[in-house]
């Protein structure tokens, strides 16, 4: 037996000489150095440049780094940004509410009562499709639905309820939240039916043989149980209607220049880049700690969209 | 028994939420065969005008073209870097994984001109020309989140006995990965690069910001929108939607259908 | 062609959640010594350390330490694909997009095995040991196609066609019917004899392991409580724990009175003396743990032997082949009986005289 362990080291070194654990990291290294690679180079790197610009100003059109938190100060302090960001969190706050409520019943509706996995599967699709219907579509369709000889107004007018066009229907604060919650309502709907598929069966079961009535159940296991997801798909919604521009260029007033059309200008019009720059890096600071905030809730609620 | 409320109830109250989803986009389909001029009412009569009018304008034709070859490189991009994202996600741990899986996911939650303006700034500096390739770049860069989520998600699904299985009957890393991951996550796969794809295909922030000299299709309906807007972006945008719901059907059907019904 | 396994001091660590835990153990030093052909069966409940073992062996899993070796080759760091050992997989893991016979060709097909199997070679081989897990008409099937016990003839048929020198099972008939199960033991044992290959078996099943196995190791809590005969580990448990887990047993409380005709003489809580062996070596007045099997105790005339048991008759229940009977001693301490179900039957509520010989008694000290 006391050749076994001269045996062994001989083995040893003829197997290539790496030890299990070695040969995992570098199968590990195999997969993931090309991706860790590429999001470092065009996310990393990009966001880093980002933070460089916000840090600095310019002068007569030439970048001058620097180490300052000035454009920071003026984004929270100085008109229009403050004003603006405010605005567009207010819009991307109703464009949460809203598309939560009108979600609620949809998500409802198909944990509770569609019974076949065949057509939870059908509804899933049909209610999937529009979020991954082309963008731009949807925001045109509202402008014409919307528009002084829109739908609304011309079938109104012709009904003879009104006798010119509503004209704070478009091009207005309402336009703007109507466009980003239809846009986004999908998406709740998902994050909600995920969170209530999980609720089972026996817990409504046994709250109804317990004596509940459904306003009670609904009230005091349904709501509860799903609020996880209601939140996570609030988080998403409102952070995605914070952060949109197409819809308020295309269906918004004059007012309603949101914060992306700040940058937008300042990247094309006034060339300011550090102030974009760090418009863009609270964004991605907002954005960070909202996925942190709906992380908890996340861990439950997989939503795949 | 599952059910809550009165059904009628509740299925008229979802039923009018799925109407007001489908209704605006089925007006749009529905006015791009309106013979007439104007965008709304009066519907004049059915006609496959604007269309003809679509077809014929080279520059918009040219746009499409564009738009395709962009959304399928910036498709291969994805799954060339997401892929391996999900294999090493799903099998191993690894320090900074949770940092790492964020920074991946951060595209889903970030609006798209955040990824636009960080790139922008990034080719600035780095004197890269924008053109078509600089759009590839930045829509492959935020779609490795759509392949990473649905392959990931498969991956989960499948286990990794069989991974083990293969191992354990003598095959290498390559062969598991060719004859056993590849055929298990496929459908996965094909359905994530159809939904990479239809995204790419009308994606404007990212595209808006670092576009070039030639236009794809969602700049092209970015500025006709801007400009005054004429019947013929009807027949364009019932096009886009048609090509986007075709493409998204059959992705998730692949992605999620089979494997939910398989063994 | 078949290699003896030995592990030493195997320690598998849980993965660490904080950083100043001490992880807890899955493995907790094993030390195995499975010979050349032999059938051993890890048997255990959940949790209790045989599947991580068995994992460790096949490389599926790293030790934390230790060593494992393959007639007497230190294996630790030997990839799983290099080993020559064939798993049978609890969930039978077979490829779903291939079909029985191309799963079965698998390990026969890659790079490491087209020396040794030319084309013509894989075809007969498949044909072959389909034929031998009697699976032949199904070639062409995909696995979804089969029932659980088809999947897990043609997992077993992928495992043994390369015909390894090692066969692992991680709980192969976990997922199968009472009466297939059964079949498929007979199968098993068949295969082994047919074979010669070492079989090293993972269960929870006390009667699978006791009527396949050659030798069963007994584990609990990441440590091997007991390795033996099914025999050894049923008549002679060492602790409580391994007299439990093998089977309907009794464990009274009692104290050692001291050696008495080649026996250890107890007196149990409850008033009675009874001889038996010891597990270990204990001395008079201590307290023990007195094992009997439920199928060993026997009713006998009242007027018998005063140092019988006394008990009562609380309920009867009949359970097909035997009729299982709960007594209550006088202490109060319950006892399981079972007898043949044609004896004449004992009444709720009537008192027994109890026997037992001391071959069927075993005292145990932890």
Redesign the interface.
């Known amino acids: ?1 006391t ?2 362990p001269e ?3 001989a ?2 070194r003829r ?1 290539a000489g ?4 070695a ?2 990291r570098r ?2 290294t ?3 150095l ?3 690679l ?2 470092f180079v ?6 880093l ?2 933070l460089h ?1 916000s840090l600095g100003r310019m002068d007569d059109l030439r970048f001058i780094p620097d180490i300052s938190l000035g454009n920071f100060v003026k984004i929270f302090t100085v008109e229009p940004y403050a004003s603006v960001i405010l605005q567009s969190a207010q819009n991307g706050l109703m464009t949460a509410v809203f598309s939560t409520l ?2 609620y ?2 998500a ?3 944990a ?2 569609m ?1 076949s ?1 065949r057509a939870r ?1 059908f509804m ?7 979020w ?14 919307l ?1 002084s ?3 609304v107004n ?2 109104l007018l ?1 009904l003879g309820a009104i006798s010119e066009p509503l004209e704070f229907l478009l091009y207005s604060r309402f336009s703007v939240v109507l466009t980003l919650t ?1 846009i986004f ?2 998406f709740a ?1 998902l994050s909600i039916y995920a969170q209530l598929e999980r609720i089972p ?1 026996s817990l ?2 046994a709250a ?1 043989n317990l004596g509940a009535s ?1 306003w009670e ?2 009230r005091r296991v ?1 709501l509860p149980m799903s609020l996880p997801g209601v939140l996570a798909g609030g988080v ?1 919604t409102f ?2 209607g ?5 819809a308020p ?2 269906v918004g007033g004059p007012e309603d220049l949101m914060i ?1 059309n700040i ?2 200008n300042l ?1 094309g019009v006034s060339l300011d ?1 550090p102030l ?2 760090a418009i ?1 890096v609270v ?2 600071a907002l ?2 700690v ?2 942190t905030v709906a992380n908890w809730a996340e861990r439950r609620t ?1 939503v ?2 | 028994m599952r059910q809550v409320g009165s059904p009628a109830l509740m299925w008229s109250l979802a039923g009018a939420v799925m109407a007001f989803l489908y209704l605006p986009i089925a007006l749009v389909v529905l006015f791009s065969f309106n013979s007439g001029e104007s965008l709304g009412l009066p519907f004049e009569g059915f006609s496959l005008r604007w269309y003809g009018e679509v077809l014929e304008n080279r520059q918009i034709l040219r746009a499409a073209l564009n738009a395709f070859l962009v959304a399928i490189a910036s498709t291969v991009v994805a799954v060339v870097f997401g892929l391996p994202t999900a294999i090493a996600l799903d099998r191993y741990d690894f320090p900074g994984k949770s940092v790492f899986r964020r920074i991946v996911l951060l595209p889903i939650v970030l609006p798209g001109i955040i990824t636009g303006v960080a790139l922008l700034g990034f080719f600035v500096m780095m004197r890269i020309p924008l053109s078509l390739w600089t759009i590839i770049l930045g829509l492959g860069t935020a779609l490795i989140c759509i392949v990473v989520t649905e392959v990931f998600a498969r991956l989960q699904q499948v286990g990794r006995s069989q991974a083990e299985a293969a191992r354990n009957l003598g095959a290498n890393e390559i062969e598991i990965f060719f004859r056993v991951t590849l055929p298990a996550i496929s459908s996965a796969l094909i359905g994530a690069m159809l939904i990479a794809f239809s995204i790419a295909l009308d994606e404007l922030a990212i595209t808006y910001l670092l576009t070039g000299r030639d236009n794809t299709l969602p700049m092209q309906l970015w500025s006709m929108l801007r400009r005054q807007v004429t019947p013929e972006i009807n027949a364009i945008a019932t096009l886009v939607v048609l090509v986007s719901l075709v493409l998204v059907t059959v992705g998730m059907v692949l992605s999620r259908g089979r494997g939910r019904r398989g063994p | 062609m078949a290699s003896s396994i030995d592990t030493q001091d195997l320690v598998k660590a849980y993965p660490r959640r904080h950083r100043h835990e001490t992880p807890p153990l899955a493995a907790d030093h094993i030390n195995l010594s499975i010979r050349a052909g032999e059938f051993v069966s890890l048997l255990g409940s959940s949790g209790c350390g045989k599947t991580t073992t068995l994992r460790m062996i096949a490389g599926l899993e790293t030790p934390t330490s230790g060593r494992i070796l393959e007639d007497a080759r230190d294996i630790t760091d030997t990839a799983p694909e290099e080993r020559d050992m064939r798993m049978v997989f609890q969930d039978y893991a077979l490829f779903p997009n291939l079909t029985v016979a191309q799963n079965v060709a698998f390990g026969l097909t890659l790079r490491r095995a087209r020396r040794r199997f030319p084309g013509s070679e894989v075809k007969r081989r498949v044909g072959q040991f389909l034929e031998i897990v009697r699976m032949e008409g199904f070639a062409d099937r995909k696995p979804h196609q089969l029932s659980g016990g088809q999947r897990q003839r043609v997992a077993l048929a992928r495992a043994l066609v390369t015909e390894p020198a090692v066969v692992l099972f991680d709980e192969p008939l976990g997922a199968l019917d009472a009466g297939l199960r059964r079949d498929m033991q007979f199968e098993l044992k068949r295969l082994h004899s047919e074979f010669g290959t070492t079989f090293i078996y993972v269960t929870h099943d006390q009667e699978e392991a006791l009527g396949m196995s050659d030798r069963i190791a007994v584990m609990r809590a990441g440590r091997v409580e007991q390795i033996g005969t099914p025999e050894e580990v049923y008549n002679a448990p060492v602790n409580r724990y391994v007299g439990a887990f093998m089977g309907k047993t009794n464990i009274l409380t009692g104290s050692v009175l001291g050696p008495q005709k080649g026996h250890l003489q107890v007196r149990l809580a409850s008033g009675a003396d009874l001889a038996g062996t010891a597990a270990a070596a204990v001395s008079p007045g201590a307290e023990v743990g007195v094992m009997v099997r439920a199928d060993r105790l026997a009713p006998v005339p009242d007027s018998a032997a005063d140092s019988a048991l006394q008990a009562k008759v609380r309920e009867r229940l009949f359970v097909g082949a035997q009729i299982e009977y709960l007594l209550a001693l006088p202490n109060g301490e319950s006892l399981v009986m079972n007898r043949p179900a044609g004896e004449p039957l004992l009444e709720t509520g009537q008192q027994v005289a109890l026997t037992i010989g001391p071959a069927d008694v075993r005292i145990l000290t932890s």
Do not use: C
Request: avoid cysteine.
């Open positions: 037996m050749a076994v045996r062994a080291a083995s040893r197997g790496l030890s299990a654990q040969r995992d199968r590990l195999l997969w993931l090309p991706p860790a590429w999001f065009f996310m990393i790197i990009p966001y440049i980002m610009y009108l979600a019943p949809v409802l509706v198909m509770l009562h019974k996995e599967f899933h699709i049909l209610i999937i499709l529009p991954w219907a082309s963008y731009l579509v949807k925001v045109y369709a509202w402008r014409t639905i528009g000889s829109g739908l011309s079938g012709s239809y309502t999908p709907i069966t409504i079961e109804r459904d159940i609904f349904i998403i952070s995605l914070f952060g949109d521009f197409v260029v295309l992306n940058v937008i990247l880049r974009g720059s863009g964004i991605v954005a960070a909202l996925l997989q795949r969209v």
